[in-house]
């Protein structure tokens, strides 16, 4: 068979849905493509040579088969698909059993004509007999599904589902716990930075919408005790380990006099995205150890969409559709360095820039960064138990559920903490406002003694409803709305 119908044959598939997104199988499609007259030069270092450049010495004959045979579905997913109709078969043989002359060196790529005129001298018997067309063609339909179904399952067997730390080496695993792959870092992890586990660590799903998996990793290397030495760095490796970008946040700023642009990475979180469409990535990061904190929007390639600033830290991100508008806002928390209290704030997305306005302190004002833009920010009442132990008080995660808004600060760190607890609506009208049993213990127990003795009254509790709006709202103070 002539070459120039093989290329064609190939950017037939190369082009296909079946193969959107897979770069790596289209690279190794090209590669056996060139050795097809000369097969027996192509060894399995000189395909690890062709697919990983940057990883010679880790790849193992072992990697190169995983890719041929991931390469081998595909092509069948593809011709019981959409190329069924394609004039030209491209296979991939099985090389383990000996060849016709005794040899194993058997072509690592055949194509063959698919048999049209057998098809079409058999089109007029079928079209006489219409029932035994139909009987043949729901037989097809149903081999179709049954193939796809197959395949589609050995391909989410093969995807990332989870991974572990071990050593200085991130291992990545699929849905029954086998290894996938290996990366190494010299430099080791932070244990600190990883104490809590990966979870909140790494991100693994499709970004760009054509369904494969991406995994997203925030690498904190080790360093001294105290302090991080170096920035966090995100990095997004393919489904197959490949490396695909890396993005590093924070930049210099005239705010830290010199200070290094150091900046730990404490939120990860993705956008839902419009089937078929790429997705945005949400990055916070908090300078180490002052005041600015940055929420940056990246693309799904990893590029900076847009950026914006505050003078504290947030601790807590969260996405939610909260006018049920079918996009997803920004709902940080945290701590307000202007006004040394809890805070909560609302971001749009595709608005998210500036820095937060410090009017109560100027000296922790952020500058050059374009006017601001916040749907939502809130401060909270700091207890006089917080106001007595503390510097402030800290915003916590927040839970949207039933088109209610659920949110506590932590005004104190003994034991499990004490929280005050506050329910808004969509709109963050006030809804309710308590103090949950701890904070009553620690609070009474703590003014017990000599430190003007009193128990929590009432009118304490009422205090807890001035929560102060700074933007977004029509009056200084929310709207209280309680049954």
Not at 236 to 247: A, L, T
Not at 288 to 307: F, M
Not at 390 to 416: M, W
């Amino acid at each position: 068979m002539d070459s120039a119908s093989i290329r064609n044959q190939i950017n037939r598939i190369e082009r296909s849905a079946s193969f959107a997104g897979k770069s790596q199988l289209i690279k190794l499609l090209e590669l056996l493509f060139d050795h097809m007259d000369s097969q027996t030069t192509l060894k399995p270092d000189c395909v690890i040579k062709g697919l990983w450049p940057q990883e010679i010495r880790t790849k193992r004959s072992a990697d190169v088969a995983t890719e041929i045979n991931r390469l081998r579905r595909a092509l069948e997913c593809y011709y019981s698909g959409e190329g069924q109709a394609d004039p030209i078969k491209i296979c991939l043989p099985n090389r383990s059993p000996s060849a016709s002359n005794g040899t194993k060196e058997k072509r690592w790529i055949v194509a063959e004509p698919r048999g049209d005129t057998l098809k079409v001298r058999a089109l007029p018997a079928l079209l006489a007999n219409p029932r035994k067309a139909l009987t043949i063609i729901a037989a097809i339909a149903v081999f179709c599904v049954v193939a796809f179904l197959l395949v589609r399952k050995l391909t989410v067997v093969d995807q990332p589902r989870s991974a572990r730390l071990d050593g200085s080496t991130l291992i990545v695993m699929n849905a029954k716990g086998e290894d996938l792959w290996r990366k190494s870092f010299p430099d080791g992890f932070s244990l600190q930075y990883y104490e809590k586990g990966l979870a909140s660590r790494m991100w693994i799903g499709n970004l760009n919408g054509k369904g494969d998996a991406d995994v997203l990793f925030l690498y904190q290397p080790m360093g001294p005790s105290t302090y991080i030495s170096r920035s966090t760095t995100l990095i997004c490796y393919s489904d197959r380990g490949d490396e695909r970008w890396r993005w590093t946040p924070g930049r210099e700023l005239p705010e830290l006099k010199g200070d290094p642009a150091t900046f730990e990475t404490d939120n990860l979180k993705v956008l839902k995205a419009a089937p078929g469409t790429p997705s945005r990535i949400v990055v916070s990061s908090h300078h180490v150890p002052w005041y600015p904190h940055q929420i940056a929007i990246l693309s799904a390639d990893g590029k900076t969409l847009s950026e914006y600033w505050h003078s504290g830290r947030i601790d807590f991100i969260t996405l939610a559709d909260l006018d049920g508008d079918g996009r997803e806002e920004i709902i940080a928390t945290g701590i307000s360095a202007g006004y040394r209290a809890a805070t909560l704030l609302v971001l749009d997305p595709d608005r998210a820039f500036g820095a937060s306005v410090e009017a109560a302190r100027p000296e922790v004002q952020l500058h050059g960064m374009g006017t601001v833009h916040e749907r939502i920010r809130l401060v909270f009442h700091r207890s006089d138990l917080n106001t007595a132990l503390a510097s402030y008080n800290e915003g916590q995660a927040v839970a949207v559920e039933n088109g209610k808004i659920r949110f506590s600060t932590l005004e104190c760190r003994k034991g499990p903490g004490c929280l005050i607890w506050y329910e808004f609506d969509k709109d963050f009208h006030l809804l309710s406002v308590y103090p949950d049993d701890y904070f009553r213990g620690i609070h009474n127990e703590f003014y017990r003694s000599d430190r003007a003795p009193h128990v929590f009254t009432a009118e304490e509790a009422k205090e807890f409803q001035q929560v102060r709006c700074l933007v977004g709202c029509k009056t200084e103070f929310v709207l209280v709305d309680f049954h």
